[in-house]
């Protein structure tokens, strides 16, 4: 029997398919953010803070917005289920 993805691994999945970066880096910040309102009211044990970090041809002709909004778009599902904050450092191959 197979482990369910963590949602580490289920946001890594769905923004490599979605973006093909170059680079994807994922930190786990739950631990610092468990005694927070929002984290408590969530019930939730962990995994609702991460650190992300991307470079992506998608982001290209995006400005930071933009390219917020797609991440956050992309992720609908995981904020639906516990996720709570996302801090978003986003570069496209050519444009900072």
Excluded: Y
């Amino acid at each position: 029997m197979t482990q369910p993805l963590t949602r580490r691994d289920r946001i890594a999945e769905i923004l490599h398919r979605e973006l093909a970066p170059s680079v994807l880096e994922i930190q786990d910040d739950s631990a610092r953010h468990a005694h927070h309102a929002g984290a408590k009211a969530l019930g939730s044990t962990g995994e609702t803070h991460f650190n992300v970090a991307i470079t992506s041809a998608k982001f290209d002709g995006l400005n930071r917005i933009a390219r917020h909004r797609l991440v956050n778009g992309l992720l609908a599902g995981e904020f639906e289920t516990g996720l709570h904050a996302l801090s978003l450092v986003l570069h496209g191959e050519t444009t900072p």
